[in-house]
DNA sequence: TTTTTAAATGAGCGAACGCTCACTTATCTT
DNA sequence: AAGATAAGTGAGCGTTCGCTCATTTAAAAA
């Protein structure tokens, strides 16, 4: 029998992530994407149920990569410090190296996809960053706190940052540049925040 | 002549938040609205240019009513630790009584109606939230810090809690539910991070 | 009361939508 | 070489989309 041409798979999800990022999921269409990825419209129905399907998949599949990128050389038994900044470093070099996929995520996470896509990628950072924190705790070096209070204050900023730079923040005709300086300064303040 | 009703507008402008919110700006249409609201969809294009422009307005609208209730009782003079709590608090009053309202908010700030509503909300609270860093940094009780990392370390955190909270975050089976205790435990985090 | 003005309408246009089906093409097994 | 299987296609279906227009309705101006 024929194979699959895991070109044209791969085509298809490039072009998908390229159209809503630029155009928005609401201008998002099969029609369209099967012209952009030189394919019939058929094609697509072979690899995704329907279009709801297909968003989903491509969802949940940036989210792992996303996943696997923040999660790379980092070990739960890290210290605090070493292991949060481990993270940090990695989530900035995916959102830089790979800022579609960046942009693609964070418009879905703020859609009704959301539930269907947070899941998958929720557990996955559960497994490592849950016994992490623990341990933090356990060993002493940050108080004990919930999880969200946790993300909120050693997370969020970092996500901040990035995106101030994806949507080159103008501040009094100052674009904001995110750089290793900036983001060790902010870092900083995290530490002092979250250390006993 | 005949005049406007109010109502009808006030009525199409719910109506659209409510469906973008709860079904998605990518299945929100005219036709659906003016059924919703209902009015004829021909009435819609007497206030609104077109589609895009309805969303736009809508958009810059809902954000001058968050900036509004976040710089209620705020004054740029008040002390860094005052003013910011007042920030805080509004902030979460806001999104506990308007909870349609700042989900809108939040899917239309990552997608690509991002630019055009964006501006006049950023100007508007610029014009109170800068001279208010400033003066905690002239006071001499905040380091020299730049509006991004500022504002990634101060509101960032903020911003996540309510979301984890909207999203009805869960981690091993124990609902996340926001509280002024845990918007209290975040906030004396954040103070002690950009404290001097 | 009559005239004037703009709000408001419902039917419906052309275009675009998601999706399907009869069919062709490529590569496997025999 | 022939048969089997699944990848891949393009035309086009029924539906919904954004939007318009001829018309009606209500209230201000005369």
Redesign the pocket.
Known sequence: ?????EN??QGIREKAIEMITNEGLE????????KAA??????????Y????D?ITQISVDEGMRMCAAILEGFDPEMTFEEGLWIQWKNRAKYSLNNQEGASFYEQLRNSTYREKMVKAIHDEMGKKAGPFMKNAIERGEINDITIEVFWSVAIAPLYSLVRFHQEGHCFKDRIFVFSEKIMKETFDYVIKALKK
């Open positions: 029998m024929r194979q699959r041409d044209k798979i201008n998002f269409g099969i029609n369209k994407l099967a030189g394919v019939s419209p058929a094609t697509i129905y072979i690899y149920k329907d279009k709801d297909l």
